[in-house]
């Protein structure tokens, strides 16, 4: 089952959450089937938010057939409908304080236009304009957490291995991609080599300010555990959580790998969130 864990914080504090997100059904061989499939496990999940009850499945459920209007007209090659992420915090470790599902933007002709028709949250998000070939809207989310409030995100992707695309996110996102790329740099990451990650950029708007941030993946082949550590020590105040992450797949029997680091900005606190995610794989040996 696909598994990705991940811990949280900023502006020097671990926030006390273990985070995790996986793809239910990977078993069936036909897009809607898995369709199917996610959206009940949706549906069984809400019930794990204090303030779960049908308004929210039928929110998140919305957001699932919103993008994929008709899933049995998607070919089978097609194997990504959703990914479903879950947080659990210290203060309430057997509710879920937080529900996040994952959308694909590149399946179905005209999803994000009907994101933006179907929920306002999700309309102006995007900067970057449709002709734009170095970064595209890839993907959506949208969580709720406990207190009822929520979030609409939109992923976009920088093309891999381009020199041109440190210069393109500037551009379109001004002195927050400038901070997040300077202090990738300033923690380790090759300046002339930037163009060589994998970026993935999250534009968000919740209650308050808009957000921003840009997700780092490794290069092929790639250890990014000095970065993390790095960056968890200024960032979490400590390297405890994902030190935790490793200690707990090595428990387990699992090799661990780092598989990407987030970086937030916010015009009042610059850069104020980690994000530390990785993989755990056991070997068929």
């Known amino acids: 089952m696909p598994f990705e864990a991940s811990v949280s914080g900023g502006r020097g504090e671990l926030t006390p959450a273990i985070r995790y997100a996986t793809e239910t059904a990977t078993q069936e061989t036909e897009f809607a089937s898995r369709v199917s499939a996610q959206l009940a496990a949706i549906g069984d999940l809400v019930a794990w938010l204090p303030n779960g009850d049908k308004s929210v499945s039928d929110m998140l459920q919305s957001f699932v057939t919103t993008l994929y209007p008709a899933p049995a007209a998607i070919p089978q090659r097609h194997s990504f409908a959703t990914w479903i992420g879950v947080v659990h915090h210290a203060a309430a470790p057997n509710n879920a304080a937080r529900l996040k599902v994952y959308g694909n933007l590149k399946l179905v002709p005209g999803a994000l236009q009907r994101l933006c028709d179907v929920s306002p949250g999700f309309a102006g998000l995007v900067s970057v304009p449709d002709n734009e070939k170095l970064i595209k809207p890839v993907g959506a989310a949208i969580e709720i957490d406990a207190h009822g409030d929520v979030n609409h995100k939109i992923y976009l992707r920088a093309r891999y291995d381009d020199v041109?695309?440190?210069?393109?996110?500037?551009?379109?996102?001004?002195?927050?991609?400038?901070?997040?790329?300077?202090?990738?740099?300033?923690?380790?990451v090759d300046a002339a080599k930037l163009h060589e990650h994998d970026f993935m950029?999250?534009?968000?708007?919740?209650?308050?300010?808009?957000?921003?941030?840009?997700?780092?993946?490794?290069?092929?082949?790639?250890?990014?555990?000095?970065?993390v550590r790095e960056l968890a020590s200024l960032h979490h105040g400590t390297t405890h959580g994902v030190d935790a992450l490793a200690q707990a797949a090595q428990a387990c029997g699992a090799?661990?790998?780092?598989?990407?680091?987030?970086?937030?900005?916010?015009?009042?606190?610059?850069?104020?969130?980690?994000?530390v995610y990785g993989v755990p794989t056991w070997s068929d040996v």
């Open 201 to 227: 950029i999250c534009c968000a708007r919740g209650t308050g300010a808009p957000g921003f941030g840009i997700y780092a993946t490794s290069k092929r082949n790639e250890e990014l555990t000095a970065l």
């Open 164 to 188: 041109g695309v440190p210069m393109k996110l500037v551009r379109y996102f001004g002195d927050a991609a400038w901070e997040v790329l300077s202090e990738l740099v300033r923690c380790g």
């Open 255 to 275: 090799r661990w790998r780092y598989s990407l680091v987030g970086l937030g900005y916010s015009a009042d606190h610059g850069i104020d969130k980690l994000n």
